[in-house]
């Protein structure tokens, strides 16, 4: 079935300076979406990107959706402590928009 | 409006036995999913329900657990005869339909001493 894969895992960064995490599936994504989870609580949405090589930001985050529209990326600028949390991507699993996949996260942490 | 609320927001239990835990969507969301999240670890997929269709519990780890959704609203995750493996989070999420963002619920801690 298809997958979501996503590096790295973890990644300690010292405030200020920039973090990448990255997302790859085995297939065309009709979208892609990220989430945040902040250590202790729950995954909250942050965006959805569906055209190929779109980008989009969000104040200190950039996403990108590739132009084969099987990777993704979440980009942060000087980063903050406020920063601290696991990042997920997820994409519609094969076969329709339906169910979602969600890959394994990368957990940031930033140190002051 | 109200987000999505999950109870009880902890539950401990002894093996072996079964427990329930409730989800509450937002109202008008047709698609609401399961999740099982372990200490430190990513979102594991338990079951899909959309509208009236057939769910998909292609997830579900074993015939323990199960799970129901009453009248496309209230979803009630089942696990029976609780191991001490099933102890985790458990995360109830709802979109508007199948595929669009969803919102997650604070989530159930469970613990099978």
């Known amino acids: 079935g298809q997958q979501v894969m996503q590096i790295p895992q973890y990644q300690h960064v010292q405030e200020g300076e920039d973090f990448t995490t990255y997302c790859n599936s085995s297939t065309t994504l009709s979208n892609i979406q990220w989430y945040k989870q902040r250590p202790g609580g729950h995954p909250v949405f942050l965006i959805q990107?569906?055209?190929?090589?779109e980008v989009k930001k969000q104040k200190r985050l950039t996403f990108q959706f590739g132009e084969a529209k099987k990777n993704s990326s979440l980009h942060i600028t000087a980063t903050q402590t406020t920063d601290v949390g696991t990042y997920f991507c997820a994409g519609p699993s094969s076969g329709g928009y339906q169910k979602v996949t969600f890959g394994i996260g990368t957990k940031l942490q930033v140190i002051p | 409006g109200a987000g999505v609320s999950q109870s009880p927001s902890n539950k401990v239990t002894e093996k072996g036995k079964d427990v329930e835990l409730r989800c509450d969507p937002i109202?008008?969301?047709?698609?609401l999913y399961w999740y099982r999240q372990s200490l430190g670890q990513g979102l594991e997929f338990l079951i899909y329900?959309?509208?009236?269709?057939?769910?998909?519990k292609s997830g579900l780890p074993s015939d323990r657990f199960s799970a129901e959704r009453t009248g496309g609203s209230v979803s009630t995750l089942t696990i029976q005869r609780t191991q001490q493996e099933d102890s985790a989070v458990y995360l109830c999420?709802?979109?508007?339909?199948?595929?669009?963002?969803?919102?997650f619920g604070p989530g159930t801690r469970l613990t099978v001493t």
């Open positions: 109202s008008g969301h047709t698609a």
């Open positions: 990107l569906v055209k190929s090589g």
């Open positions: 329900f959309q509208g009236n269709s057939a769910p998909d």
């Open positions: 999420a709802s979109s508007l339909v199948g595929g669009n963002e969803q919102y």
